[in-house]
């Protein structure tokens, strides 16, 4: 049966205020990015404001999102519990993290192993516990999350990290808040979840991040720059190459996390999450090569429907303007992003990339199909 182990060291109303970053929605300021290299010095310590001791439970917390806000979360005084399948490890060093940090980590954090899909192992387990806060960093369905809201009839807090991906595709951006969201979205199961937790006698926050970037990424974002700059490719970009998107550090996202915690101002509010600028596909592929050190990338543009790329992908990136206003963070919560996007990027590849690691192997399968026709067109 699985159970609780210590591991050893051994309303609101709506805000939507207009970017100030839109007054450049005229091509290069927009994405102002700062090209002066700098010697590298780590960002993001994760240092928190005190508050009450709460037990806390987390549903996932060993990759990504979750090992950064388990520090922090820990550094606070907090008790706090990972729920995983222990398929994989409960704590991982991070890099440039020193041994005697993850050792005290490591001695203070607790792991329940368990399926969250077994329904009733989740209703017992949690309710013999009796966390005081949910955060939910792994949660993609409703039903996921009942189960957890009946076995915790006296908890303070549900925090549920849902996405941007939810808002219906417009014309006028950036989405905020209180925009449409688009039922048929492929995140419908967080929309879903969102609409559970406002039906249900729960104190709940919703955090809607855009593309998360930075050290231990599982999802091909600023890697995919890297593998083809490191590689001395020409960086195939779809269309014009000036659709215009936003990242935030996984770092600034894990602090949003932090802010909403006990916060009553984020009492039943849905908050956007991500850098305070935006970026062109162009942009994006520059700031990744400033940050790594590489010499601005050669940039092919090419259009998506000339070829069949079957399953694969070609682009990490939905091929559209794509982008949130985090205004209503900033303002209610105090919350303000770190990170600048060189400057989050440069920390992730000295961190990640830099040091030879990385999720997935290069595929430059779609390129090479891409760059043969961009080079029959050019002869």
Known sequence: MSKLVVLQPTKQPPICPLSSSLSHFNGTKLCQIQYKRKVYQPKGAL?????STKKILIMGGTRFIGVFLSRLLVKEGHQVTLFTRGKAPVTQQLPGESDSDYAEFKSKILHLKGDRMDFDFVKSSLS???????????????????????ALPNLEQFIYCSSAGVYLKSDMLPHCEIDAVDPKSRHKGKLNTESLLESRDVNWTSVRPVYIYGPLNYNPVEEWFFHRLKAGRPIPI?????????????????????????????????????????????????????????????IVHYNPKEFDFGKKKAFPFRDQHFFASVEKAKHVLGWKPEFGLVEGLTDSYNLDFGRGTFRKEADFSTDDMILGKSFVLQS
């Open 47 to 51: 240092h928190v404001a005190a508050s």
């Open 238 to 298: 779809p269309n014009s190459g000036v659709q215009i998107t936003q990242l935030g550090h996984v770092k600034d996202l894990a602090t949003a996390f932090i802010a909403v915690l006990g916060n009553e101002k984020a009492s039943k509010q849905v908050f956007n999450i991500s850098g305070e600028k935006y970026v062109t596909f162009d942009g994006l592929a520059k700031a990744c090569a400033k940050a790594g050190g590489f010499p601005e990338p050669e």
């Open 128 to 150: 013999a516990e009796g966390y005081d806060v949910v955060y939910d960093i792994n949660g993609r369905e409703a039903a996921e999350v009942e189960p957890i809201l009946d």
